[in-house]
């Protein structure tokens, strides 16, 4: 999830145990824990797909934080003691205030390596967007009234009650992924089609609208499914590109992305370049994570020595407003295919 998210989760958590013997300084404790994780980011793993891979890594380590809030605890008790709270009190609230994070990243698409250092594929429980002001607001609200009035000698209720109400609404998101999945298997099975593997995602900044992949062969279906549908998923076929992954079976760095990404990825010749797609992340035909891992010279493909990331367009807001409209009218028409067709494009035409 996004930093701000994070940072006040971790100053709820504090503020709802905390707060009335930290009173505002335990939003600040809060907030520093719940964005300590993700300093993994200054760190250069040396290429795109390592930066990206390893991200969400070490920091991320239920394993780890653990025992880093066994040591914050123990180094509290040491030197700040405060005798109106137990040992256990502080290691309960560090302890959330510090795995909360990971946990919130599994529920998103990225994938969190929850259990390094083994390495089962990351958790991408992926029922909500990386932005999501559903999830936020109460959380801001909470942590704004306990800096506007203070927590010391009060019940610190604004924080419990907000993470109340989070809880609830990634409750919410978990359903409406069933509900998007469960629909979209119905038509799969109409269709007599064999999946190989389906992912679904919400779109952009809501939990209303979900973008369905299954991955079929050398193709892949996509759908969008809202809440508000009446009629069956339409799924639109596309093109995958998978014979071009045998170019990379000695590639290091694809076999990480593969295991990283569970395998929902598209390869594309764009010009000179073997570009490889995570279909997981962003919304269809505008994907944050593609990579350039060859380039054809001379008839023979060439691995990258460092891999690259491809660069990427701004995006599209009247897309947004596209997607935003069908949520609430099924009938409006998403050309779902061709705005996949725009990532075999080179940059330069996309953007005249």
Avoid: C
């Amino acid at each position: 999830m996004d930093s701000i998210t994070q940072a006040v989760l971790g100053a709820s958590i504090q503020g709802a145990l905390l707060g009335r013997w930290q009173g505002r300084k335990a939003l600040l404790y809060g907030a520093m824990l719940g964005t300590l994780p993700d300093l993994d980011v200054i760190i250069d793993y040396g290429d795109a797909v390592a930066d990206m891979t390893y991200h969400r890594g070490f920091s991320h380590s239920l394993f780890v934080l653990s025992a880093l809030a066994l040591l914050l605890t123990w180094l509290t008790r040491r030197f700040r003691p405060n005798p109106n709270y137990s040992a256990r009190r502080l290691f309960f609230a560090v302890w959330l205030a510090l795995i909360t994070h990971p946990l919130l990243d599994a529920f998103t698409s990225y994938g969190t390596q929850l259990f390094w250092p083994l390495t089962p594929t990351p958790t991408a429980w992926s029922s909500i967007f990386i932005i999501d002001p559903l999830y936020t607001l109460p959380l801001i609200g909470a942590v704004a009234l306990g800096l506007l009035f203070g927590l010391r000698d009060k019940s610190a209720k604004a924080p419990a009650i907000a993470l109340l109400l989070s809880t609830l609404y990634l409750g919410f998101t978990l359903s409406g992924k069933y509900m998007a999945e469960q629909r979209v298997e119905a038509q799969l099975a109409k269709q007599g089609i064999q999946a190989d593997r389906l992912f679904s995602t919400p779109t952009p900044f809501n939990s209303l609208l979900w973008r369905v992949i299954v991955l079929d062969g050398d193709y892949y279906h996509e759908a969008l499914v809202s809440w508000f549908d009446r009629t069956p998923a339409q799924l639109g076929r596309i093109p995958r590109g998978s014979q071009l992954a045998d170019v990379l079976a000695g590639s290091s760095a694809h076999a990480r992305l593969v295991w990283f990404t569970d395998g929902v990825l598209r390869y594309d010749q764009i010009g000179p370049h073997l570009v490889v797609t995570d279909l997981r992340l962003g919304m269809t035909g505008f994907h944050p994570f593609r990579f350039d891992f060859a380039s054809r010279q001379d008839g023979t493909w060439q691995l990258a020595q460092q891999v690259q990331r491809w660069p990427m367009d701004r995006g599209d807001l009247r897309r947004l407003a596209l997607l935003w409209t069908r949520i609430w009218q099924p009938e409006v028409d998403v050309p779902l295919v061709a705005w996949a067709d725009e990532l075999r494009k080179p940059l330069s035409a996309k953007l005249q």
